[in-house]
């Protein structure tokens, strides 16, 4: 590395902007290094990293960019996609993002920068705004209990079925109607078949018996068509042999229509999209899950709940983690991890803004102008039918519908419907040959109904007069979902909470968007040094592309000729990623870190099967790798077998051995995380992955720590079959509080065939139905989330990072090493370093032992929120421990300050064991320390309100006061209150 480029004085290079996105300068890189004792970077780093480790050639990627430059090149690629009119539905819809939300939310970093609310303490706005939607969502559902949001709808179906059998433990047969999306019953497929689930497709709902030995059914109301059925009587007959109900639903036509937890629904899954949520190529859209509440603890993903502090007052928290991937690990409900935070608020937002009354004309608007479009279709001889199984025509009356029109054309010509759209700028759903569907939106104007209207004035004119099953004067009675006359009319009041009915004004919503941001700690505030989570900057030039119109109004199935932009990011995304990893192709499906995992190990599931091998399913994952490999491994249907580590934190090759020789014939892969979540770089890495390639496994590279490679080694040169890369870990996406993210899988080229991919038709780029009873002989993985590029619009951010960096991406790791050796030299004068490599140094993180302390872990975590700083992650993977993780992007300085704090806090601990403070009544017991017992006239401590508040570390920025005091976690899990209509 040559400290030159990171020079800043004048004169610098205009190609040089990537340095301002690194921490430390010039100055302070070659101070830290004197500090530890070296000269030179690359003297230092081959101190750090195990010889035969350093494998990184010079990356063949493009040379730096300067942010403008690399935005008016983004400026070029978008204009290269042409967005339409899409109303091809399909569960994605365009939507009218408020101007107030896109402002002071998704651009905002004081809502985009923080982390998942673990700290419950210093994130009460965040957690509020997500109690909000679970708030919208169940009261919607009009179900007890919603979590704090999926990864996206399918993966939302398809969490519900592993529910279903999860307490239907003894049935194994699950039943989806094959009216669902049929990209969604391709999802359920490639989760059923990681857990040897049996699916089929029937449709249940006119009529059919539910088998005895079935764990649950699934139904889409409305259906894929549009179709509103009355499913009281399936639900009857669902539970009179003991099956779960799992109702697919869309949200904004719940506002009109009865809610699934009147008819007695189960489980209700979904997304949220149409709140405000732009199409984006897919994603990310805020899926969700609602139940009943005998079910809670069955529930997949992060559940907000209402709990006290220890003054009483109200305080929301994280409940019910004992359910949850890090602390159950194989033996969670699911792998989720981050989720879809950001966008969930923006839409609970949304539903605040509007209100109920607003949402209402929004529904009442779309549902009356596909009323309009079906009278008007009629009148010029076409037939609207809605009655379908699957691809399959179903001979029956007109059934009521809310936003879809699904209309009979010539055999032959729904094709020629589709061309003539894209010619006047509007896409359409190709249904069947001779159907096409019209999905309707809060967007759709009076000249788009015209627009729709021409296509089929035209389409008469290309293929001439025909009879299509029906008289000319076919006018059937159009059924009004919101009329006092239909038996689908919503009844009960939605949205009922006084918070949808107080900010309904931008003056309201604003003051309010901001009093819940002031409540939390953000990158803005300082560093967020939580080991293994890398909490490193987003750059504003990398972000500010998320909400061009041009990427973020496309639809995922809209035809290639309007997706070159989107195109042409993703080739080049492919060509940068493979070279950054050593690996040949990637997959950009995986909508976070945890399913990306969970998509590589289906990969590996079906390589093994494809080569008669499927009888491999033992998963090794040493105790020091990333905390969701274990759940991951489950879900994907493998067995897990753990590993020890040694003192020094390695991995015990001794025990590698012996447990590959007892499972040889079975062993499909090891889970590696490097650097390991210990904070080493193992010497035996090369090794350990031959070892496991002479047995036949394959070797996964968790991408949690892909940072401290970034310049030292790719994970493809270090034997690595399969990694994935956690992108706001690395590649400086926003964490968002807990979502969105992404996480591509990165393969060699003999395990491309095996990657996911969408059953596409390849005339009109849209989801065919799947065939249950084939599992394509296993060459390759079904699709694992909705759409095919995942959230795309986080790439778009993935995309300008690395073209502002370049080739000069290879300076992170070794300044993400440099800045964490750093604080553990500074911080080992007061607390013990757990674990350390190669020279007593450590990799990208270290972790202190705090087990001997007259304190625990938890008491120093909530005393740094005093000083103004987020805890780094306690008690994993060690008991008792303190994962500290800098990252590059923090300047020395700011390192310094941290250091100061907890030699501060190590001074208080020793006061403490000097008896110059009280056992039980000082800061850290105390802490944190919130604003009104600070400003109370009474004060009880011992010691000063000037101690309290630590006033003398905040010379440099302003104080951060903790908004609520310790929240008692106990209560809050004995007495969940997971909804604001529960009594909030």
């Known amino acids: 590395m040559n400290l030159s480029c990171l020079q800043t004085a004048g004169g610098e290079s205009p190609t040089l902007d990537w340095h301002k996105l690194i921490g430390p300068n010039e100055t302070e890189v070659r101070a830290m290094l004197e500090y530890l004792g070296f000269g030179s970077i690359d003297d230092f780093v081959g101190a750090v990293v195990p010889e035969g480790i350093r494998t990184t050639p010079s990356l063949e990627l493009p040379t730096p960019l300067p942010e403008h430059l690399t935005l008016q090149e983004l400026v070029s690629k978008a204009k290269l996609n042409k967005p339409a009119k899409s109303l091809i539905g399909l569960g994605v819809h365009n939507t009218v993002t408020p101007a107030v939300i896109q402002r002071h939310i998704l651009e905002n970093p004081a809502w985009y920068t923080p982390y998942t609310p673990y700290q419950g303490e210093i994130a009460q706005g965040r957690l509020e705004a997500l109690m909000n939607f679970q708030t919208m969502v169940a009261e919607l559902t009009c179900m007890d209990v919603a979590n704090a949001s999926m990864l996206d709808e399918s993966t939302a179906a398809a969490e519900a079925m592993m529910m279903c059998r999860r307490i239907n433990t003894d049935r194994n047969r699950f039943i989806a109607s094959p009216n669902c999306h049929p990209h969604i019953l391709q999802v359920l497929a490639t989760h059923a078949r990681g857990l040897g689930i049996e699916l089929q497709f029937v449709d249940l709902v006119r009529d059919g018996r539910v088998p005895e030995d079935c764990c649950g059914v699934l139904v889409q109301y409305p259906d894929t068509f549009g179709a509103i059925y009355d499913l009281s009587d399936l639900v009857t007959r669902a539970h009179e042999v003991g099956a779960l109900v799992v109702v697919l639903i869309d949200p904004l036509a719940l506002i009109l229509i009865t809610p699934p937890g009147e008819f007695g629904a189960d489980i209700v899954v979904g997304s949220a999209q149409r709140f405000g949520i732009p199409p984006g190529f897919g994603g990310p859209q805020p899926g969700f899950l609602a139940t009943k509440k005998e079910f809670l603890r069955q529930m997949p993903g992060r559940i907000v709940g209402l709990s006290k502090d220890k003054f009483g007052n109200p305080a929301y928290r994280l409940a019910l983690q004992t359910r949850e991937q890090h602390i159950r690990r194989e033996k969670a409900t699911s792998n989720i991890c981050t989720a879809e935070s950001l966008v969930a608020i923006a839409a609970s937002m949304y539903a605040i803004f509007h209100g109920p009354d607003g949402l209402r004309r929004i529904a009442q608007r779309i549902h009356q102008q596909a009323l309009r479009l079906a009278l008007e279709l009629t009148k010029m001889g076409f037939r609207i039918h809605n009655a379908w199984g699957g691809s399959t025509k179903v001979e029956s009356p007109l059934l009521p519908f809310f936003d879809t029109v699904i209309c009979l054309v010539p055999s032959g010509s729904a094709f020629n419907a589709l061309k003539i759209g894209w010619g006047k700028g509007i896409n359409l759903r190709f249904v069947a040959q001779d159907a096409v569907g019209i999905s309707l939106d809060e967007t759709v104007t009076e000249e788009d109904l015209e627009k729709v209207l021409e296509i089929f004035i035209t389409l008469k004119k290309v293929v001439g007069e025909w009879s299509n099953g029906g008289p000319v004067n076919y006018t059937p009675a159009f059924h009004n979902v919101a009329s006092s006359e239909s038996p689908f009319r919503r009844c009960t009041p939605p949205l009922k909470h006084e918070i949808f009915q107080r900010y309904n004004g931008e003056t309201l919503i604003v003051r309010y968007i901001h009093s819940l941001a002031s409540k939390d700690i953000g990158l803005q505030h300082g560093m967020i040094p939580l080991g293994s989570c890398t909490m490193k900057l987003n750059p504003t030039g990398a972000v500010l592309p998320f909400t061009w119109r041009e990427f973020r109004d496309i639809h995922p199935f809209a035809p290639p000729n309007q997706t070159e932009g989107w195109s042409a990011i993703f080739k080049d995304l492919e060509k940068w990623l493979a070279e950054i990893t050593g690996m040949d192709r ?80 079975n062993l499909a892969a090891i889970m590696l995380t490097y650097p390991s979540t210990y904070g080493i770089f193992d010497p035996a890495i090369k090794e350990i992955s031959e070892i496991v390639h002479r047995s036949g496994g394959l070797v996964y590279f968790d991408g949690a720590n ?183 992007s923090e300047p020395k300085s700011e390192l310094d300050r941290f250091c100061a704090v907890m030699e501060s806090i190590y001074n208080e601990i020793r006061k403490i064991q000097l008896g110059e403070f009280h056992n039980t009544d000082n800061p850290l017991k105390n802490a944190p320390h919130a604003w009104f017992e600070l400003i109370s006239d009474e004060w009880f401590h011992s010691y000063s309100r000037r101690v309290a508040a630590c006033l003398g570390f905040f010379k440099d920025r302003p104080k951060y006061f903790a908004p609520v005091a310790r929240i008692d976690n106990v209560w809050g899990d004995r007495n969940p209150i997971l909804s604001r209509a529960s009594g909030l």
């Open 586 to 665: 990637v997959c950009f499906s995986p909508l976070s870190g945890a399913h990306g995992e969970y998509t590589g190990l289906m990969v590996i599931k079906a390589y093994h099967q494809a080569n008669g091998q499927g009888h491999r399913r033992i998963c090794v994952i040493p105790e020091s790798a990333h905390g969701t490999n274990p759940a991951s491994a489950a879900k994907a249907g493998f067995q897990v077998v753990p590993i020890k580590c040694d003192a020094c934190g390695n991995i015990d090759l001794d025990e590698l051995r012996a447990i590959i020789t007892s499972c040889r014939d």
């Open 706 to 888: 892909l940072n401290a490679l970034l310049g030292i080694a790719r994970p493809g040169d270090l034997g690595a079959d399969v990694c994935h890369i956690n992108v706001h870990k690395t590649f400086g996406t926003p964490h968002g509080g807990g979502g969105p993210g992404a996480g591509p899988v990165c393969v060699k080229e003999f395990l491309a065939k095996y990657l996911p991919r969408h059953l596409l038709d390849p005339q009109v780029n849209q989801p065919i139905y799947p065939d249950c009873t084939r599992t394509n002989g296993f060459e390759m993985t079904g699709p694992v989330s909705g759409y095919p590029m995942g959230n795309a619009l986080v790439y778009i951010m993935v995309w300008a990072y690395l073209r502002i960096f370049g080739n000069q991406i290879a300076q992170i790791g070794p300044i993400a090493i440099l800045n964490a050796n750093y604080l553990a030299r500074k911080l080992s004068k007061f607390f013990s370093i757990s674990f350390t490599g190669q020279n007593g140094f450590v990799a990208h993180e270290c972790i202190i032992d705090l087990k001997k302390s007259p304190v625990t872990v938890e008491d120093v975590a909530k005393r740094m929120i005093d000083y103004g700083y987020h805890a780094p992650t306690i008690a994993w993977p060690v008991s008792g421990g303190m994962m500290i993780e800098p990252t590059e």
